[in-house]
């Protein structure tokens, strides 16, 4: 069985911190890897897609990286903000018979304070 | 990426009845996706809804107790049947085109 997890499950942080999201996985022979965020109650929204033969992507405060030999991801957020506050969900691909399916990681709960 | 209108975004349901969740796609799919998250737990998924075939349910979901429909490339239903309050709990869709993209999701309370 696949699994994802990600460190820390929380984390609070003063407004201007550099902080880095941590998800670890099992299986190296991930197709793409994506992270999400999750307001409260709420739907996810794609923040970054990573696909197999990439090392990173960056959108905006966002860096995401990619390392499938040691079953690693990392989101780095910088600059952080009380609006980042949400749950940050990385997951991976894995290819199919019926196509590729997504395994989510436990979550990072961030809350960046005023 | 694909705009998906999920709806309700919450209902309170009372228990042994039904509730069908709609999503609809700005563009053709050929496969959706249904996924729950319970309180405090990350996303599980439930069936992927291909159009003009019969869903195909993950380990621990059944047909009886969450039906979907797929009518067109654009559309899908999910219901969740006979509720009790240990289906209270996050319902999202979602398609497969540059990365996947995820409906506003579902807030189901079942009293």
């Known amino acids: 069985k696949q699994e994802v997890t990600q460190i820390p499950a929380a984390l609070s942080v003063p407004e201007g911190e550099n902080l880095v999201l941590n998800c670890s996985f099992t299986?190296?022979?991930?197709?793409?890897l994506q992270w999400f965020r999750q307001d409260p109650g709420k739907g996810l929204t794609s923040l970054l897609l990573i696909q197999s033969s990439q090392r990173e992507q960056t959108s905006g405060r966002l860096n995401a990286s990619l390392d499938k030999s040691s079953g690693r991801s990392t989101l780095y957020i910088a600059a952080s903000q009380p609006g980042d506050s949400a749950t940050y969900l990385c997951?991976?691909?894995?290819?199919?018979?019926?196509?590729?399916?997504?395994?989510f990681g436990t979550g990072t709960q961030l809350k960046v304070e005023l | 990426s694909a705009v998906i209108s999920q709806k309700p975004s919450r209902d309170i349901c009372q228990r042994g009845t039904s509730l069908t969740i709609q999503c609809q796609v700005d563009?053709?799919?050929?496969?959706m996706f249904w996924y729950r998250q319970q309180p405090g737990q990350s996303l599980t998924l439930i069936a992927t809804?291909?159009?003009?075939?019969?869903?195909?349910?993950e380990s621990g979901f059944v047909i009886d107790k969450f039906p979907i429909s797929r009518p067109n490339l654009t559309f899908s239903t999910l219901t969740v049947s006979n509720m009790s309050p240990e289906d209270s709990s996050i319902y999202l869709c979602?398609?497969?085109?540059?990365?996947?993209?995820f409906g506003s999701g579902t807030r189901l309370t079942v009293v």
């Open positions: 997951a991976h691909y894995i290819l199919t018979g019926g196509g590729n399916k997504l395994t």
């Open positions: 299986d190296s022979a991930i197709y793409n």
């Open positions: 979602s398609v497969y085109g540059a990365g996947y993209t």
């Open positions: 809804a291909n159009q003009g075939s019969e869903a195909t349910y």
């Open positions: 563009s053709q799919v050929t496969m």
